[in-house]
């Protein structure tokens, strides 16, 4: 079964640091582009960044730019996301999702189960 | 940035209605447009990409139709199964991968 597994989730506090991971399995992960989604505890969703399938290429929201950095690992078939200066808005479940192509942009066919960051204090 | 609006932000139906949820861009976006249910403490699924596109293994009640800046999804008779929030999300372009607020569905 195609399965994405995300891990690295915890809590930080304010101007901390944490790193995400991907676990992808069943499914050609170098040839596919990915992306991160977070969702605020009861709010909607929130892409956050993007990366090709060779990783050349990265994409980020203006809210993350600069303090989130995505990439991947094709021989370990895992994604990541650095995540610096974190703020109490960036307290979310971060999903990893995979695209339908291997080029940015596209639709996100599979989904992780998400990993939850809390950043307080 | 490309901003998607849905409406209604919720609606209650009953079981066997014909129900519709709109999507607008607040520009032209050809039919780069998505839809995904998230049921309750779900993870998100791909419902329709494309505009139109029905995504493999959806149930064939599930329907969507528009482009330019105007997108529906419809979903022809109602299934007790079938409450969730429902987003809307724009791939136009890979710097805005902008998502609805999303459309919460309830059963009367």
């Known amino acids: 079964e195609v399965q994405l597994l995300e891990s690295g989730g915890g809590l930080v506090q304010p101007g901390g640091s944490l790193r995400l991971s991907c676990a992808a399995s069943?499914?050609?992960?170098?040839?596919?582009?990915m992306s991160w989604v977070r969702q605020a505890p009861g709010k909607g969703l929130e892409w956050v960044s993007g990366?090709?399938?060779?990783?050349?290429?990265?994409y980020y929201a203006d809210s993350v730019k600069g303090r989130l950095t995505i990439s991947r690992d094709n021989s370990k078939n895992t994604l990541y996301l650095l995540m610096n200066s974190l703020r109490a808005e960036d307290t979310a479940v971060y999903y990893c999702?995979?695209?339908?192509?291997?080029?940015?942009?596209?639709?996100?066919?599979?989904w992780g189960q998400g990993t939850m960051v809390t950043v307080s204090s | 940035d490309i901003q998607m609006t849905q409406s209604p932000s919720s609606l209650s139906a009953s079981a066997g209605d014909r129900v519709t949820i709109t999507c607008r861009a607040s520009?032209?976006?050809?039919?780069?447009l998505a839809w995904y249910q998230q049921k309750p403490g779900k993870v998100p699924k791909l419902l329709i990409y494309?505009?139109?596109t029905l995504q493999s293994g959806v149930p064939s009640r599930f329907s969507g139709s528009g482009s330019g800046t105007d997108f529906t999804l419809t979903i022809s008779r109602l299934q007790p199964e079938d409450v969730a929030t429902y987003y809307c999300?724009?791939?136009?372009?890979?710097?805005?991968?902008?998502f609805g607020q999303g459309t919460r569905l309830e059963i009367k």
């Open positions: 999702a995979k695209l339908i192509g291997g080029d940015c942009p596209d639709a996100f066919d599979i």
């Open positions: 069943e499914f050609t992960f170098k040839n596919y582009a």
């Open positions: 990366i090709i399938n060779s990783g050349g290429t990265t």
């Open positions: 520009q032209g976006i050809s039919n780069f």
């Open positions: 494309a505009a139109s």
């Open positions: 999300q724009n791939y136009n372009s890979a710097l805005s991968m902008t």
